[in-house]
């Protein structure tokens, strides 16, 4: 089964500064895909990052990046430069397999990490 | 563009009253629609989820059920709420034949007494 494990319930990061946020998975299947969502208190959950399993290359998007190693089953996320308003819930997701050929793609969420930034 | 949206965005209902969340999606066709919960401090739960009208599946047993009488709408409901089903109900959607990453609405936040 598809599980997704995030082991830092609460993080804190000073503003200006880098952080980074575990995720490991596990999986059996041979392609899938790899998703960080930001959640602010207001609830709604925020698409930030993908990653693809047979990606060569590091997801990057702005201030954040994805430190995806396979072989461990890792899937963390930088934020550099952290701003107040990156204070929120962060969840890792993990699709089963890739979205091609019409499957319904659905997403298996980790617990969260709680971030909060300080001035 | 594409937007989702979901109402009512609060709702407080007595134990043993019916319910009927609604989410429509706008400037897709033939999306991928998803109803996720969201108990207090905790992940996301898969609900159901639908390739098409009238193909709903549900992830787990429970009061709750799902229907999409529309291409782009997509209603959860039940008919006897218990209190177990507060929590935060959102829905997403995304494309087949593409990246897996999920739109959500704003979501409903639900409170049984």
């Known amino acids: 089964a598809q599980k997704i494990t995030q082991t830092q319930p609460g993080m804190f990061v000073q503003e200006k500064e880098a952080v980074t946020l575990d995720c490991t998975y596990d999986t059996s299947d041979p392609s899938y895909g790899l998703f960080w969502y930001k959640q602010p208190s207001s609830g709604e959950m925020i698409f930030l990052i993908y990653q693809g399993s047979y990606d060569q290359q590091n997801a990057t998007e702005g201030r954040y990046s994805l430190n995806f190693q396979k072989a461990r089953k890792s899937a963390n996320l930088v934020i550099s430069a952290s701003q107040l308003g990156d204070s929120a819930m962060y969840f890792c997701?993990?699709?089963?397999?890739?979205?091609?050929?019409?499957?319904?793609?659905?997403?298996?969420f980790g617990k969260g990490t709680k971030l909060s930034v300080k001035p | 563009s594409q937007t989702i949206h979901q109402w009512p965005a609060t709702l407080v209902q007595p134990v043993g009253s019916p319910l009927s969340l609604e989410c429509t999606v706008e400037?897709?066709?033939?999306?991928?629609l998803y109803w996720y919960r969201q108990a207090a401090g905790r992940g996301l739960q898969l609900l159901f989820y639908?390739?098409?009208?009238?193909?709903i599946s549900s992830e787990v047993p429970q009061n709750l059920s799902a229907s999409r009488p529309q291409d782009r709408q997509f209603i959860l409901s039940s008919k006897k709420l218990l209190l177990s089903d507060s929590g935060f109900y959102l829905c997403?959607?995304?494309?087949?034949?593409?990246?897996?990453?999920?739109?959500f609405g704003p979501g409903t936040r639900l409170t049984v007494l």
């Open positions: 997701a993990m699709s089963p397999f890739m979205n091609y050929g019409g499957s319904q793609g659905n997403l298996i």
């Open positions: 997403a959607w995304n494309l087949a034949g593409g990246p897996n990453e999920q739109f």
């Open positions: 400037g897709t066709s033939n999306p991928n």
């Open positions: 639908s390739i098409g009208i009238d193909q």
